[in-house]
């Protein structure tokens, strides 16, 4: 729980960010928290995205769970929202309009059955295509033009004479080709059957699952040869050092790539992944209180602060995210964020990811990993398919 150190109220905070600007951005808004909170210090917990989940879940069990950490809201937090293990946050959401300042995708993944449980942080979108513009260019290919995933797909023969690689793809863990096949899936099947997939409707659409595989399978064939060993940081480097022509990755990459020496529009792009344009799968990072916090004006407090437009602007400008709420200025935001902005505000659709645990359960998302981790080693189409139709359904 929250103590006193020192005469200072000390709060617990456990979180991923870890490095690069997603660090920095934390740096800097836990540290002017601090400075304009003298009475309050922060204990500050990292730990890698993957091992943070299983930490939280065992202090929970052991009755010490932190009092605030950050963790991906909808489906994936609702098992531990229904253990009882997290505060309700209604009275802050509502006492401060949150509900009407958030986009309407952060607020349905933020609230469990009325109740607010989390307040979003950032956003960004899974469902895109980074290229390289001068290797398109010289390849006579343009993205914006590209249909569906298949034609991607040909495409790569023509970028492979420019690019070392015309496409990455990264496996080391198994999040890469997860987040990449559902947005194959979706691209083949579309809205409708993204969204009744992920609500346990999977069989009437085993066609476009499979077909997400099929098209998967054509991207590894024309990828690095042992994308096993490739992680999310080796695909960002390979891209930005121009060996690969193009990656799908969530729009955190735009962070990497604001500090690198390309610059945006001229040496690098980004666009919807073909075929999802107009429905864009989403994902955010929230933070998330402990139960035992619940009355604790301190802990509120910091939440409160975490979740205000002033702070969500400042977080998302340093990592190059895109702030999850419509009422921040965009004005320092890097310009595709700013886009990405602009399209969530507008008509443009937020499907929760299944990968990042918005749309399916902590168990499912593990079978859907392994999944897609046998789908590398076999290249058996049929087989994966009937995991995930298993999985989802």
């Known amino acids: 729980m929250s103590t006193a150190v020192g005469g200072q109220r000390e709060i617990e905070i456990h979180h991923h960010f870890v490095w690069g600007s997603e660090q920095e951005a934390m740096d800097a808004v836990l540290g002017e928290y601090t400075d304009r909170t003298p009475n309050v210090s922060i204990a500050e917990e990292q730990t890698v995205i993957n091992a943070l989940r299983l930490m939280i879940k ?8 932190p009092d605030v950490w950050d963790e991906w809201p909808g489906a994936n937090l609702r098992p531990t929202v229904e253990a009882g293990a997290t505060a309700d946050i209604t009275d802050l959401w509502e006492r401060t309009d949150m509900d009407r300042a958030y986009f309407d995708g952060m607020v349905d993944v933020a609230r469990f059955d009325g109740e607010f449980h989390a307040v979003p942080l950032d956003m960004h979108r899974i469902s895109n295509l980074y290229y390289n513009v001068e290797l398109f260019e010289a390849a006579g290919v343009d993205p914006a033009r590209l249909s569906g995933p298949d034609e991607l797909a040909e495409s790569l023969p023509a970028l492979a004479e420019h690019a070392d690689q015309p496409i990455a793809v990264f496996g080391r863990n198994p999040f890469g080709l997860l987040q990449l096949w559902e947005t194959l899936f979706l691209s083949h099947g579309g809205q409708t059957a993204y969204e009744e997939a992920a609500g346990g409707r999977a069989s009437p659409h085993r066609a476009a699952i499979r077909a997400g595989f099929d098209t998967l399978g054509k991207y590894l064939a024309a990828g690095p040869d042992n ?22 990755n969530g729009s955190w990459s735009t962070g990497h790539m604001a500090g690198t020496d390309m610059e945006f529009g001229r040496d690098w792009d980004c666009v919807p992944f073909p075929g999802t344009d107009g429905t864009h799968i989403v994902n955010t990072n929230a933070i998330v209180s ?17 979740g205000s437009a002033e702070v969500i602007e400042r977080f998302n400008t340093i990592s190059g995210s895109v702030p999850p709420r419509s009422d921040v200025s965009v004005a320092d935001l890097h310009p595709m964020s700013r886009e990405l902005h602009e399209q969530f505000g507008g008509r443009a659709t937020q499907l929760p990811s299944m990968c990042h645990g918005l749309a399916v359960q902590p168990e499912q998302v593990v079978q859907l990993k392994d999944a897609v981790a046998t789908f590398l080693q076999d290249r058996d189409a049929d087989a994966a398919a009937d995991t995930v139709v298993a999985a989802l359904s």
């Open 58 to 65: 065992s202090r929970i069990l052991r009755e010490d769970s």
């Open 227 to 248: 994308p096993e060993f490739m992680d999310s940081s080796d695909l960002e480097f390979a891209f930005s050092d121009g060996e690969a022509a193009c990656i799908n």
């Open 290 to 306: 402990a139960a035992h916090t619940a009355g604790d004006d301190a802990v509120m407090d910091f939440v409160e602060y975490m």
